[in-house]
């Protein structure tokens, strides 16, 4: 498997702008989180998704930002409109349940998002 | 709500040497897991260790341990014999038996020739 993969890897944006990042898990994972870092924040999750399902979505900072997953093999995250607050860089992570032993969240490699 | 505090923001050690880094929890389950990632200057977000709650034996991974005291709610990662390239960030998480996956703020290492 090539892992989880992430697209684009670099988005800048003007303010305003609807931005949509992209996210493809490992397949047979049945979680799926959304991340966002930032220096001052440092690692907040946003939203989780269990088969396809989103389970807890309080960490999504304001009705801007919404996240879907319309199959088990792909996922978005959409900022409309977006602002300058919002430049992070955005990991997208999947995983198979926890069933007692490792199961460790894997990372795709982020999206760079700028907002100008 | 789950939460995960470390509390050094940024470590030094000399190269060879072993190092400490902190990380404490709080849950109110008894099932849950914690993990440490390693987090480069090229952002990837490496996965180093896991000890589960459960766990008797404290973890090791290689150069890599787990000081786990589930008492105290600390879940430590000691590195032994410091390499150049262990320069990083290193973060500390927990799931749950929601399954959810919190981290840590993170502590930034760096290692001294």
């Known amino acids: 498997d090539a892992g989880v993969i992430q697209s684009p890897r670099h988005e800048v944006t003007e303010m305003g702008q609807e931005v949509t990042l992209r996210c493809k898990p490992i397949s047979g994972h049945d979680y799926l989180f959304w991340y966002r870092q930032t220096m001052m924040r440092g690692l907040e999750l946003l939203i989780y998704f269990n088969n396809n399902v989103p389970i807890d979505d309080s960490g999504m900072p304001e009705d801007r930002f919404s996240a879907k997953m319309p199959n088990a093999s792909f996922s978005t995250l959409k900022i409309q409109p977006s602002e300058p607050r919002d430049s992070a860089v955005y990991f997208c992570?999947?995983?198979?349940?926890?069933?007692?032993?490792?199961?460790?969240?894997?990372f795709g490699q982020g999206t760079r998002l700028t907002v100008v | 709500a789950q939460k995960i505090t470390q509390t050094q923001p940024g470590m030094f050690v000399q190269e060879k040497e072993a190092v400490t880094l902190d990380c404490t929890y709080d849950t109110s389950d008894q099932s849950y897991g914690l993990f440490w990632y390693k987090q480069p200057s090229s952002g990837e977000m490496i996965f180093l260790i896991y000890q589960g709650s459960y766990d008797e034996q404290n973890a090791t991974e290689g150069r890599y341990s787990l000081n786990f005291q589930k008492a105290r709610k600390s879940a430590n990662l000691v590195i032994s014999a410091s390499q150049l390239g262990d320069s990083a960030m290193y973060f500390c998480?927990?799931?749950?038996?929601?399954?959810?996956?919190?981290f840590g703020p993170g502590t930034r290492l760096s290692v001294l020739p």
């Open positions: 992570a999947s995983s198979d349940r926890d069933r007692g032993g490792n199961t460790e969240a894997f």
């Open positions: 998480a927990m799931r749950d038996s929601g399954q959810n996956f919190v």
